[in-house]
């Protein structure tokens, strides 16, 4: 397999993780919908039921939304590095490391009400982000 490939497979996972959350969401949001008998017309806005929803179902919903933010930074800069010849060894491990802190940051935010400790696990995700950008930066211009 080429190493192109191996870069990218860090971006299929998350996608991947990504689309397990959407099913998490849905999974607990639907059967608490339908336990608070909230109609689904009426929760058109984000927010309008949000004090009728557990927390627990907020947090599913809330962390499937931040896998469409920083992330995104991710992918672009993932793509990147593969169509400019910016893979090798330590950009896939930094690449898998991002995945998995993304992946822990989930678990903690659906089941551990832990501000803090979730900070942290994004903090880290973040600098892997910084370190991967920098990289980029000065295999490109430097």
Known sequence: MSVTVELLKPVLALVCWTLVMWLWM???RI???QKAKINPDDARHPGTYVDKMPANVRSAADN???LHEQPTIFYALMFF???TGGEGHFMVVLAWIYVGLR???SFVQV????VT???MVFALASLTLFVMAGRE???IFL
């Open 26 to 28: 849905y999974a607990t």
């Open 81 to 83: 590095a593969a169509m």
């Open 103 to 105: 992946v822990v940051h």
């Open 111 to 114: 089941l551990q009400p832990n």
């Open 117 to 119: 400790l979730r900070f």
């Open 64 to 66: 499937y939304n931040h």
């Open 31 to 33: 059967p608490a919908m």
């Open 137 to 139: 930066v000065m295999r």
